[in-house]
């Protein structure tokens, strides 16, 4: 298995450097010389939105995704729309700021049906799609770790994500590969070659042994279990060739200056990715 | 979906009451009226094989299950030997404490390759399948939810367990259903049914929300997110209708007087499995 050359497909995910705000993101990616950034909506939000988008065109920085839509069940039928209605503000957002990938988060239930709100969840990646499409958006379902099913996501593994892609059948809807969701899954290989051409994002960080946090617990590459090299190298022989998002949830990374946090994935990302 | 209306079926997995010995777990049974009682190596050491045996016969308690087997592999031939061999000490216990079911937690990888870690799983299951057979003990594959993939066990779901149940092929050889470990998987119900005449044991708990920890998170039947009585009548529709363990890893559930928690799991047993 051969190692990454160099940094031409690395991307910060804004959440690895919770700290920054947009511009100073921008600025980092800048010095480091990572010609890729992901942001998250809140952030977009404090920063401005016309502002985001001025900022890292005058950078020249690429945009791999927006972090994130989803989040489509609701008690209430007022909440569901208004969550719909949320996702379609996301999905302008990603076309303003420049890329073509909004990240979905595909909530969990608000009762204790999950196959109801599995199947809600299709529904409503179906009714966004033509404002997707009307918006140059694609939709990447990110399909979760199931220790999440309950707090964040009913979609749990690729093949479920996959079987959506399928059924739904659509050219701006995709699927989201996260090692750090994924990796447990014996079935993660076949399903990564059944995604072939539908990829929209690939995310890299590692599991710790032990695992310090369920939602805080992401490690840096290297640090813990996971085989990325394999991984990247099965999202390739897929056709994806495009952005490697860097995406830690992790206090002690936050807590360290985001310069040294970037020095340190791009030479992890060379190492191990 | 009906309730179950009386205590026939229930068991006690002893780490629910883990500060009990055997003689105080075997008495807090009797006097709650708890037919079925599974225990655990370490405590059943610490009273005593024979003792333990005496004690349960005497008790007129039947032994649901022996905790546990498994933890298959190891950095050294050796390790990996004398797990093995401490496998054959497990299922001599079982057998001594007259219990047809030994429970496997089929151990986490030595190394980063998961997949090498699965063969030698079903490989070991395979060596041990004539030795528990000899002693008419049955071996039984638990999945275990994926986020203990890297620390505890690499078999991560039902559809694993019965692809190897299916290829080994042998008498002895079956599935355990622990709800907390499979609620999440798009694929269960299904599963279940695939597993019709194999499952060997029924676990119930709940998944709290949110999650309070990795290990120590597991809820009280009726405190969370699982649909266990959904999860109870799909395992009797597959032939199921053993025992049903309540095994809860919860340290102020481990904290409360052991005759409260027997009280609490009875009522919440007939209210919500």
Redesign the interface.
Known sequence: MAALTDLSRLSLNQITTQKWSVPEAVEGCLEAEIPYISFWRDKVAATGLKETARLVREAGLKVSSLCRGGWFDDATKEGRLARLEDNRRAIEEAATIGTDVLVLVCGP?AS???DTA?AYVQDSIEKLLPFAAGHGVKLGIEPM???Y???RSVI??LG?ANNIVKQLNHPNLGVVVDVFHV????EVYNQIEAAAGTILGFHVSD?L???PD?LMGRGMMGD????LRRLREAVEAAGYFGPIEVEIFNQAIWNTPGKEVLARMSERYLEHV
């Open positions: 239930a204790k049906d999950q599995r770790h199931p220790m099913a309950a707090e749990v593994s479920q990796w447990w899954d014996p599991w042994v032990p695992l369920i813990g279990v996971i085989e």
